[in-house]
């Protein structure tokens, strides 16, 4: 059975309606930090520990764990080996929904290879349980005195807490829960909601300015000396000394990233490259970045001289020696506070902050996101013959990153976490993302796997107006080989409210980026290598956190891959560009139409309105801001009420051929057969001649304009040199006024005074010379 074709309504922003903060029922307690879910009920049983427990075996030994139980779902604690006083301090949590028993049963019983034994029990009904919602404090454990199958009281007593609650609760993260029962023990972890931290990041500034008294093995050569630094995994080389000498000077500055707590040391090496591809240690040292001085301005750190050392082993006779050379280089290293570290793209980064927190700026208001559920979504992998997804949500802005828990094979996934952050600038973006969890089995079983995306959802918050809730479902979007394809929808509250009203206007004054960005420059090239390594090392950290947020997310939220070609995203930016240029256009074919006397009435006014500029100059500025102005209120009516969301038609994700996706999933470097990637490559030659030749004709308009006093045409030339004076003179003994009355007039005139043909400036334009003579 095919599918039927998406409508692009499917593809559209839904308003939704959700019952947020449980709706304030009568004698319900609500806390104001969960107003922006639906308030989900749960049973807590917390086991805490258990004393005077009966011997059970033979040997007269008790290895007791504790199982709860409630219906069809129960869950165990882990046991503990010849102990009779046993402390577990777990949480279970029962989702209310999901129950469908009257009594809670917690049983203790006796690991046993064979059969487990049955120690004692505590039943619970559910109707007596009492309710507990934050802020009450926690509710506290009792001990029960255990009871066996009869309900006879028994050796041995159980301390128990059992209380309906919500998802609110403080034991809600750490629990249990019932939706996981079929996760083993070790993937538990991976499972559970989480908050994450993004390292603080610097950029590592090497001034390197000379070295003195270099050890050389052939004195008799002109040495070609550069020094090479690395950091981790990044390395870079400074260009080759002009000085060939033992004192080579460079002056030169390398840029690295590097992440607190520092774990790699800095170390710089001094070669000469003696021959093609062999180059000659000439010395090295080892410099720790905690010993480095930061800096939050532009005034340079005192420079320093470290030793470099250079280790030769020479042999006498039968003996091995080895012997110690010394140099000294001339450095001047720095952590650069005063710049922000981009690890995302500026179109989209959620956080402008310097790296060194004395320069940030206060808060001007809080982002509160309630990440509520999820529906429709497409079954991402097979389990027990059947389509499955296991689904949870990534929401990151500035260095806080939060994780749902995983909501075990459901299509139609709940969460109801909510989550806040402090905003510093409006004009920063919140990244929410969808994946389906593959790391269920813990441990080698999930080894190799990746979480699949299942869809992404960014959120500007300048578009959103303050103090007002937006609850909408947002489609998830994945652009696949085979096309676009809508792989569910996920339903969020959003809320920014803002502390000061006048900060935030104020912020739409200051630069974008901190003042070191400006002031000390850093060129395209060297930000788009800081961005991978900073990518790279926040990925790498994040992937060491418990659970941990794999590689496949970070880069996936970090859009990594944003900056790789794509014929879509050519034609998206392009289509975009002629979006910008309709109003132009537009205005442009309204005045043609206005020239050409369409419209006679809307002519004459707009003559009459010409003589009034003319007469009185000084309303011209007060009328076009005017005009802007009463633009803006009526088009405040027609406002957005709604985030922007992905549009696939703006994407060009709908028309875009098969083979441009294929190319744009393609590996670099590219891993098709050759004759595919032979096609692509002729397919990229033909547009850009295109470009090619737009480019040249936009250069030769421009080279005829500076033609005409070049006296490279020189009929041209001095015939515009005697238009010059003639106008000249005519200008300044003709009033300004009556000049401009005559163009205007000129311009505006009926048809009946025009004809067909070229005007004479413009022959005269379109016969100058431009240097695509000497072009080979």
């Avoid at 696949?480 to 809320?495: F, T």
């Avoid at 590689?551 to 879509?568: A, G, I, N």
């Amino acid at each position: 059975m095919m599918q039927r074709p998406l409508r692009p309504e499917d593809y559209s922003l839904k308003q939704t309606s959700p019952h947020l903060g449980g709706g304030g029922a009568a004698g319900d307690k609500l806390t104001t930090t969960y107003d922006l879910v639906e308030q989900m009920q749960y049973l807590y049983v917390r086991v805490v520990k258990a004393k005077d427990l009966p011997a059970k075996d033979v040997t007269g030994s008790l290895d007791p764990y504790v199982e709860v139980k409630l219906g069809n779902y129960k869950g165990t604690t882990r046991h503990f080996e010849k102990k009779t006083n046993p402390e577990w301090n777990q949480v279970f949590a029962f989702s209310k929904d999901r129950i469908q028993a009257s009594i809670l049963e917690v049983l203790v019983k006796d690991k046993d290879f064979v059969k487990d034994d049955f120690v004692g029990r505590v039943t619970f009904d559910l109707s007596e349980i009492p309710k507990r919602v934050p802020p009450d404090s926690p509710l506290a454990p009792q001990w029960y005195r255990l009871e066996n199958k009869n309900g006879d009281k028994v050796k041995g007593e159980l301390m128990l807490a059992v209380w309906m609650g919500t998802q609110a609760d403080e034991a809600f993260s750490n629990a249990w829960h019932s939706d996981a029962a079929t996760v083993p023990s070790d993937g538990l972890a991976n499972i559970r909601s989480k908050v994450y931290l993004t390292p603080k990041v610097w950029y590592v500034r090497v001034n390197v300015i000379e070295a003195q008294d270099l050890q050389l093995s052939d004195k008799g050569r002109f040495p070609e000396v550069f020094v090479k630094a690395s950091l981790g995994n990044q390395a870079l080389r400074t260009r080759i000394s002009a000085i060939r000498n033992i004192n080579p000077m460079w002056n030169e500055d390398l840029m690295f990233v590097a992440a607190e707590p520092f774990e790699e040391h800095l170390v710089i090496s001094v070669e000469d490259r003696v021959g093609p591809n062999k180059e000659e240690l000439l010395g090295k040292t080892i410099i720790p970045l905690q010993n480095v001085d930061r800096r939050l301005d532009y005034k340079p750190v005192p420079s320093r001289w470290y030793t470099i050392e250079k280790h030769v082993v020479i042999t006498e006779g039968d003996k091995k020696k080895e012997l110690k050379f010394s140099s000294r280089i001339h450095l001047r290293i720095c952590l650069d506070g005063g710049y922000h570290v981009l690890d995302e793209s500026t179109h989209y980064s959620s956080d402008f902050r310097p790296t060194a927190k004395q320069l940030w700026k206060p808060s001007i208001g809080v982002l509160e996101l309630g990440i509520l559920n999820a529906q429709g979504l497409s079954p991402m992998k097979n389990k027990d013959g059947k389509g499955t997804v296991d689904a949870y949500c990534i929401a990151k802005y500035g260095q806080k990153w939060v994780r749902t828990r995983t909501i075990i094979d459901s299509f139609a996934p709940k969460w109801n976490e909510q989550y806040t952050w402090e905003v510093y600038d409006p004009c920063t973006v919140v990244t929410i993302g969808v994946f389906d969890n593959c790391h269920l089995q813990g441990g080698e079983k999930a080894a190799g796997t990746r979480d699949s995306r299942i869809g992404k959802v960014r959120i500007r918050l300048s578009t959103l107006e303050t103090d007002k809730v937006y609850t909408h479902a947002y489609p998830l979007l994945v652009l696949l080989p085979s096309g676009v394809k809508k792989m569910g929808e996920v339903q969020l509250a959003v809320r920014f409210t803002c502390s000061s009203l006048l900060n935030m206007m104020h912020m739409y004054s200051l630069p974008l980026l901190p003042k070191m960005h400006y002031l000390f420059p850093l060129s395209v090239t060297q930000l788009d290598n800081l961005r991978y390594q900073a990518t790279q090392i926040v990925s790498m950290r994040l992937g060491r956190a418990e659970p941990p947020l794999r590689k496949e997310v970070v880069e996936y939220m970090l859009d990594v891959d944003s900056h790789m070609w794509s014929m879509r995203k050519s034609k998206a930016n392009f289509f975009r560009l002629m979006g910008v240029f309709s109003g132009v256009i537009a205005v442009g074919k309204w005045f043609n139409q206005i020239c050409n006397w369409r419209n006679p009435l809307t002519t004459v006014l707009i003559h009459v309105l010409f003589v009034i500029l003319v007469l009185y100059p000084e309303l011209i500025l007060p009328t076009i801001f005017l005009y802007l102005f009463l633009i803006g209120v009526w088009y405040y009516r027609r406002r957005p009420r709604h985030p922007p969301h992905m549009d696939t038609r703006l994407s060009h994700a709908e028309t875009a051929h098969p083979d441009e996706l294929d190319e744009e999933f393609d590996t670099f470097p590219t891993s098709r057969p050759p004759d595919i990637v032979r096609m692509r490559y002729d397919r990229l030659r033909s547009v850009a001649g295109r470009i090619q030749t737009v480019v040249g004709d936009l250069a030769t308009q421009g080279e005829r304009l500076l033609s005409l006093l070049s006296w490279r045409d020189p009929r041209a030339t001095a015939l515009f040199v005697i238009f010059c004076l003639i106008a000249a003179i005519v200008l300044y003994v003709t009033p300004f006024r009556l000049v401009a009355f005559l163009a205007g007039i000129y311009v505006l005139r009926h048809p009946r005074f025009r004809h067909k043909m070229p005007s004479v400036p413009l022959n005269f334009f379109r016969r100058l010379p431009a240097r695509t003579d000497s072009m080979l």
